[in-house]
């Protein structure tokens, strides 16, 4: 893809606590870049994240494991807009300051399938189609059975095509499958704190980072 094609091609969003950031996340997501042809990959971490207890890692040390994982990665960047923002971390107030931004550009927000399931119980979780389309990722052949209200909405945003995404700004829903990693930052950290290594869970650079702090 030429430079001119990755300008103008959608731009991924993927948020979370990064808690810390693992290649559970990286995975995934660099499939999802390299397959839908993305123009970039914007990793947001949450300041204040609404369904989930408060980071155990300080804002500061989030952000620089995030930044030092996607150093070298082309096309990814790291996106501070939640960690300066006040308040609750909420993705359509982040949806909506992207919109502002690229008024025309497709954006792509990222979930996971587990995140998307429990999307009727985010924060104004229906305008989210309204900024963005919504890819989810699953494992190949993993089944989607939503309650029947949230399957309505998403039935009617659907879309199996991925030049849909090119094609419109926002407003569909369109399932990737991809590698998962079974990797979590909760035993990512039970692990740290029995003194043992998460070399090999975490990208090289986030382990040097760690392992310098006498953590990984």
């Known amino acids: 893809m030429s430079q001119e094609d990755r300008v103008n091609s959608p731009i991924g969003i993927f948020g979370g606590t990064f808690d810390p950031v693992h290649l559970g996340h990286m995975r995934p997501v660099l499939e999802v870049y390299e397959t839908l042809g993305l123009g970039e990959l914007r990793l947001i971490p949450a300041h204040v994240p609404p369904h989930r207890s408060t980071p155990q890692f300080t804002p500061e040390l989030r952000l620089e494991l995030l930044r030092r994982a996607a150093a070298d990665v082309p096309g990814f960047v790291v996106d501070t807009r939640e960690l300066e923002r006040s308040g609750k971390s909420y993705m359509v107030d982040t949806l909506a300051s992207l919109r502002e931004e690229f008024p025309t550009r497709p954006l792509c927000l990222i979930l996971g399938m587990d995140s998307f399931l429990s999307l ?66 909760t035993r990512i950290r039970a692990l740290m704190a029995e003194g043992r290594s998460v070399r090999f869970l975490v990208p090289d650079p986030v382990w040097v980072a760690l392992h310098e702090r006498g953590l990984g």
């Open 120 to 185: 009727p119980s985010w924060h104004r979780w229906e305008q989210l189609a309204d900024y963005a389309h919504l890819v989810v990722m699953d494992r190949p052949g993993q089944a989607f059975t939503p309650e029947p209200k949230f399957g309505v909405w998403v039935q009617a945003r659907r879309t199996a095509t991925p030049e849909a995404l090119h094609q419109e700004p926002a407003g569909r829903v369109y399932f990737q499958a991809v590698t998962q990693l079974s990797i979590s930052a």
